[in-house]
Nanobody, 121 residues
Framework: QVQLVESGGGLVQAGGSLRLSCAAS????????MGWYRQAPGKQRELVAS???????HYADSVKGRFTISRDNAKNTVYLQMNSLKPEDTAVYYC???????????????WGQGTQVTVSS
């Protein structure tokens, strides 16, 4: 139905930047809201940022002013620009999307496979 493929993770020093991308592919679907979550070892998965199809954004308090979420609706792609990275940002980052599967007219939720972000001190 819909596949989400993330890219852009890696190892960076504290204070550095990374840009994550997540592209949705499949057939006969429309993407609604998209977002990024993260999960650090031993912790619950948490919302980092989300963006609606109209461009409204929401950020976790811990990343406000440092991270920026954006999307290209024509490419069904969402981005997360991460600046001023801190060691506590180290986690696996997951892309998430709500998609309407047109043949069923059903709203379903999808997850990417995750990409590791490691910030060294």
């Amino acid at each position: 139905q819909v596949q989400l493929v993330e890219s852009g993770g890696g190892l960076v020093q504290a204070g550095g930047s990374l840009r994550l991308s997540c592209a949705a592919s499949g057939s006969s679907f429309t993407i609604n809201a998209m977002g990024w979550y993260r999960q650090a070892p031993g912790k619950q998965r948490e919302l980092v940022a989300s963006i609606t199809s109209g461009g409204s954004t929401h950020y976790a308090d811990s990343v406000k002013g440092r991270f920026t979420i954006s999307r290209d609706n024509a490419k069904n792609t969402v981005y997360l620009q991460m600046n001023s990275l801190k060691p506590e940002d180290t986690a696996v980052y997951y892309c998430n999307a709500d998609a309407i599967i047109l043949v069923y007219m059903k709203l379903l939720n999808y997850w990417g496979q995750g990409t590791q972000v490691t910030v060294s001190s």
